[in-house]
Structure formats: C-alpha cells, structure tokens
C-alpha cells in the first residue's frame, strides 16, 4: 500500500478493540443504523471499521494528556511529508505591504548572484507566513526542489535546529556530537540542488556553519539559497544578508 493511501487511525477515547468487534457503544447504535440504512450499509460499515481497527495507529490512552498527543501526531506527519508538499492555508492573505516584499523576495530566489536573503520586520507582522507561502510557490514553479525551515530563537538549540532540518531532509542524525551532526547535516544539503533554507526568529548573528549549513559560496555551488527572518536589519546584516527586505506592517 502506497504512503499516500495509507491510514493512520486514531482512537479516540475508544478502545481499538471495541472499534474492531463493534462492542459496548457500537453494538448498541448498529441496529438503530441497521433498521434506517438497511443490513447493506450497516454491514459495509462493520467491515471499514474491523478493517481500520487492525491498522496501526494511535490511542488517546496511551498519552497523559491531548497535549503530548497532538504534539507526537504533529511530528510524524512533518517526518512523512515534505514542506512543499503542503498546500499553503487559506489564512494567508496578500495585502499591499505582503505583495511589495514578495515581489521582492521572489526577484531574489531567481537572482543567480543572490545566495542569502534577509527578511525583516516587527514581531508578529506576518514575516513567517510570507516566507513559507513564497518557498512553496517557488517549489511549485520549479525554482527550486525543496525547502525546510527551522526557528533558531532567542536561545537557540543547535541540537534542535539540526534535527529538525535532518527530519525534514529525511536524514537521521542520533547518537552524534553536535560538530558530527553538522558535518553530516553538510554533506546532506551539498548532495542536493535547488534547495531553499529558511533560517526563522533569527535574534542575532548565528555561526551557520555550527548548525551544519554550508557557507553562501558553497550554497551558490548547488543553486541553494538561505533565508533569513528577523525583526531587524542589523542582523541581516550581521548576517552578510545579500539582499535584505523589509515586510512593513499590514
């Protein structure tokens, strides 16, 4: 069966086997569904259900609060499908401000001579969200083959950043220093081509290289580029930005 048909159930505050045998509360509703769908329905239905219960999947039992559940469902998805595989939400709206600053960011991503760009702007003025909408559009026009991101923060974990650009690369760095972990991280990203890196809630100048991101020289090597979001221009510029642009408020 193949990954994009496959199922995942989640039994939700139900045991998998009541699902599977249809007991307590499903033996209870079958025969009031059986006498307004008729036997036909109610007994396609018994089959979805005995055939869903023996796939593997997740309890609400087996976790202490929804929370951690949420948190674990959250993560395996973002194991199993690329960033730009995901659609962009209807909740991203284009206003004037988004639509200047995207223009120029998507004028950078084709500029061959450009290899790391700087977004700034104010906390929560929509930096994010612009610059996962233009990655995933720049992936669907074929500027380039894939794009990852992770949040670096006011105190950033190396060993955090590195695993989540490795899951999302598909690169399993476990058991590893961090400078192994880097060094694997950057022979991962060289061995591939068109690769777009944003780098998000950047504070302050941060070594790439500590993370395992190649240096912009090498980036141009393999037409790959780094985007940068912060809330000011001095650290683009601290940063060596090569093309720093501003998302004014909306």
């Known amino acids: 069966m193949k990954d994009r048909k496959r199922i995942f159930p989640l039994f939700f505050e139900v045991e998998p086997s009541d699902v599977r045998y249809q007991k307590r509360s499903f033996d209870e509703a079958f025969p009031k569904h059986g006498k307004r769908h008729g036997s036909e329905k109610v007994k396609q239905w018994r089959d979805a259900l005995n055939k869903v219960a023996a796939c593997r999947g997740w309890n609400t039992q087996?976790?202490?609060?929804?929370?951690?559940?949420?948190?674990?469902?959250?993560?395996?998805?973002?194991?199993?499908v690329p960033l730009d595989a995901i659609e962009p939400t209807g909740d991203f709206e284009e206003y004037e401000a988004t639509i200047e600053a995207m223009d120029e960011v998507k004028k950078a991503l084709t500029d061959d001579e450009i290899s790391a760009i700087g977004v700034y702007g104010m906390g929560g003025v929509g930096k994010t969200s612009m610059v996962s909408h233009v990655a995933a559009q720049a992936c669907r026009n074929g500027t380039f083959n894939h794009w990852i991101m992770a949040a670096i923060s006011q105190s950033p974990d190396l060993r955090k950043i590195q695993g989540t650009l490795a899951d999302l690369l598909g690169v399993k760095l476990e058991g590893e220093t961090e400078g192994g972990r880097a060094d694997r991280l950057h022979k991962e990203i060289m061995r591939r081509e068109k690769l777009l890196i944003i780098m998000d809630d950047?504070?302050?100048?941060?070594?790439?290289?500590?993370?395992?991101?190649?240096?912009?020289?090498?980036?141009?090597?393999?037409?790959?580029?780094?985007?940068?979001?912060?809330?000011?221009?001095?650290?683009?510029?601290?940063?060596?930005?090569?093309?720093?642009?501003?998302?004014?408020?909306?």
């Open 62 to 80: 087996d976790y202490k609060t929804h929370k951690k559940l949420v948190k674990h469902l959250v993560e395996f998805v973002l194991s199993k």
């Open 202 to 250: 950047v504070w302050k100048r941060i070594e790439l290289s500590t993370i395992g991101i190649p240096s912009y020289e090498e980036l141009q090597k393999c037409r790959s580029k780094v985007v940068l979001a912060t809330r000011r221009l001095h650290v683009c510029d601290s940063m060596d930005s090569q093309a720093s642009i501003p998302l004014k408020i909306l």
